[in-house]
């Protein structure tokens, strides 16, 4: 291929949003409040040499002929994220063919500032399809880590094959990321998709720990203000697995509701208090703009994360926001989560997967999806397991049969999609999910009350969790011990679910051909451990055409 070379001069950075309410008024006292205890995870070097690069790269959301790359430069050691303070600093950008940079294809530079938390993205065009580079940053004679990226293919092109890593759910305080290291360690990704739930809201201790805060917060409380997203989010960028996996692969990421907090929906969050903490739009202004300042994503509608990306002929990945427009989440029992005037994706956003998926050429239609769609009865289980089940899915505590956080609480919305599925007999949509903590590889059927003699009209893959509780940490049992008994009554009176695993932290790979897509699944041996190894533990796949699973015995 004839490499194209590319000089521009950008100023990127994302406008500035001025939240109504914010903790820290005065930038010398944002620096004196932030300083403690964010310094307590970066590199020795931050305190004393600057410019520096100590958040990483990374690189996100893939075309045929580009790629948008990020960056956190620290201009000055007070500088530190979520201060405000720092002055304004040119940071080059390079892209090369090659690891040496030797051949460099495209070039340019942009300002950080402290109004963009000093974070800088570059939205490099002009680049070959279906191919691997290497970039990095420069600022003030400091170069950052190196890392490799790869385009999408060409939109018309026949592709034998794609792998992506799938993740979602980690929780800084409940252990180690290492299904970042063993995803970076594999060097064959294409992608990989964060399906949630990237960072945290909760103060150190509140969420998910079983009795253990393996390393804590920064900072230590609630974060509920633009100061406090950024430095959450500067916190997970130090993590040497997280760095690792941005610097092997371009990411494709979305939101859950912990970007924000706990059940959000358009109006608020079950973890907001009006007044104590604030408005909740000044509130969801401030995570907006820090997840857009700190993640590389293309907002392609404004302060959202639905869009659609392509990859040649063979898949599309239409990728949902389903906390920015959704209703109220309501309790079980009353008939209202039938409610027709109620909805999970909003009008809008539901008309335009409707659309996509109707008028897509591909072979697979994927969609990026934070909440289970498939339907999901607890069945028969005792009550020791029963409330903690509840607990983990955000269940009324006495047991009932919908978690309404997911599309259980929207069944409308779920309705009309699974109906247009079939209408238009449009084959291979698979939709890919986290946020649950547990791992499930299931059939989406039209009418789950008559399935399997009724049709499935998708499939779904569900991964667990990076590191955040699944069921045996809230009941603090061995791994395993929850599942056993779990798994098959939850089996019985779900018959579309082939498999769950409602104990284990990890990983998926999903690897496309035109035959098939296949979800391979893979376990850490413990989340407490920096040095945890992973192995595989189940893979299932869809068949073109067929719209169900099937068990794999063996990895791809």
């Not at 620096?31 to 307590?40: D, E, F, R």
Request: charged residues 20%.
């Amino acid at each position: 291929m004839t490499s194209r070379y590319r000089s521009s001069k950008t100023s990127e950075g994302l406008n500035s949003l001025t939240p109504r309410r914010r903790t820290v008024v005065k930038a010398a006292a944002a620096t004196a409040v932030l300083a403690g205890p964010l310094a307590a995870t970066l590199p020795a070097r931050a305190v004393d040499q600057a410019p520096a690069f100590l958040h990483g790269v990374a690189s996100g959301d893939p075309l045929p002929d580009g790629i948008l790359l990020w960056t956190r430069i620290t201009p000055v050691p007070e500088a530190i994220p979520g201060s405000g303070v720092g002055p304004d600093t040119e940071v080059s950008w390079v892209v090369a063919r090659d690891k040496a940079f030797t051949t460099v294809v495209a070039k340019g530079s942009t300002t950080a500032t402290a109004a963009s938390d000093h974070t800088v993205k570059a939205d490099v065009r002009g680049l070959e399809p279906g191919t691997d580079y290497w970039f990095r940053f420069s600022a003030g004679g400091t170069d950052s880590p190196a890392a490799r990226t790869r385009t999408a293919p060409a939109h018309d092109a026949a592709v034998p094959g794609l792998r992506f890593g799938v993740v979602s759910c980690a929780n800084w305080e409940a252990g180690y990321f290492s299904p970042y290291r063993h995803l970076a360690a594999r060097g064959d990704l294409d992608a990989w998709l964060h399906l949630g739930d990237y960072i945290y809201e909760y103060g150190t201790g509140e969420y998910g720990t079983r009795g253990k805060v393996v390393r804590p917060h920064a900072p230590a409380h609630e974060i509920v203000t633009l100061a406090d997203y950024r430095t959450r989010h500067a916190r997970y960028k130090t993590d040497p697995d997280l760095q690792a996996l941005h610097h092997t692969a371009p990411v494709v990421a979305i939101w859950d509701d912990h970007e924000f907090a706990n059940d959000t929906w358009s109006g608020g969050a079950e973890n907001h208090t009006e007044g104590a903490e604030g408005a909740w739009s000044a509130r969801q202004a401030a995570a907006k703009q820090a997840y857009f300042e700190w993640m590389p994503v293309r907002p392609a509608i404004a302060g959202t994360t639905y869009r659609r990306l392509r990859f040649g002929k063979l898949a599309d990945l239409s990728l949902l926001d389903l906390r920015s427009f959704r209703s109220q989440q309501v309790k079980v029992g009353n008939g209202e989560v039938d409610d027709p005037d109620r909805t999970l994706t909003g009008r809008a956003q539901l008309d335009w997967l409707k659309a996509g998926l109707k008028s897509s050429d591909t072979t697979w239609r994927l969609v990026g999806n934070s909440v289970m769609i498939s339907p999901f009865a607890i069945g028969s289980l005792s009550a020791d397991l029963l409330k903690p089940l509840a607990k983990l899915l955000g269940l009324p505590q006495e047991g009932l049969a919908l978690n309404t956080d997911q599309w259980d609480g929207y069944t409308d919305d779920r309705r009309e999609i699974l109906a247009h599925l079939r209408t238009n007999a449009i084959r291979n949509t698979v939709f890919l999910t986290g946020d649950i903590h547990m791992a499930w590889a299931n059939d989406v059927p039209v009418d789950a009350g008559t399935y399997p003699l009724s049709p499935s009209a998708a499939t779904e893959f569900v991964v667990t969790s990076v590191t955040s509780d699944n069921l045996d940490d809230i009941v603090k049992v061995p791994e395993g011990t929850v599942s056993a008994v779990a798994s098959p009554v939850i089996r019985a009176a779900n018959r579309h679910v082939h498999w769950v695993d409602t104990d284990r932290h990890g990983f998926g790979v999903l690897d496309i051909t035109a035959e098939r897509a296949q979800m391979d699944y893979y376990v850490i041996s413990d989340r407490a451990k920096r040095d945890a190894t992973a192995k595989w533990s189940r893979s299932y796949r869809t068949l073109s055409g067929t719209q169900k699973l099937e068990r794999v015995q063996n990895p791809v």
